[in-house]
């Protein structure tokens, strides 16, 4: 399986960005797909994650009210839409997926099977 991340950049405090990701390759039993980031000197942190069997989808508490998060099922693609960003936000984001039922607990998005190369997203004030 293969992730394709795209849509990072610069924008001030306040805005808005879309990231979106594309999965490709054995796609055909992933059942889960998210995104975690790290910024610089932090851990990785848990952004969101949907699960296609149920369309249950979790939110980071860093992100809840402000990121929201789809999906096409059909295509394999998730796009994550984040709005109100803050500085907090810059970081470097990570596509990730697998094949398990659940979205992992406690937002442990990075311990998904498949990662993306990230996409940067700046806040700036």
């Known amino acids: 399986v293969q992730l394709q991340a795209s849509g990072g950049g610069l924008v001030q405090a306040g805005g808005s960005l879309r990231l979106s990701c594309a999965a490709s390759?054995?796609?055909?039993?992933?059942?889960?797909m998210g995104w975690f980031r790290q910024a610089p000197g932090k851990e990785r942190e848990g952004v969101s994650c949907?699960?296609?069997?149920?369309?249950?989808?979790y939110y980071g508490e860093a992100v809840k009210g402000r990121f929201t998060l789809f999906r096409d099922n059909v295509k394999k693609t998730i796009d994550l839409r984040m709005d109100n960003l803050k500085i907090e936000d810059t970081a470097v984001y990570y596509c990730?997926?697998?094949?398990?039922?659940?979205?992992?607990?406690?937002?442990?998005?990075?311990?998904?099977?498949?990662r993306g190369k990230g996409t940067q997203v700046t806040v700036s004030s």
């Open positions: 990730a997926t697998d094949h398990t039922s659940h979205c992992p607990p406690a937002g442990d998005y990075d311990g998904m099977r498949y």
């Open positions: 949907i699960n296609s069997r149920d369309g249950n989808t």
């Open positions: 390759g054995s796609i055909f039993s992933i059942n889960i």
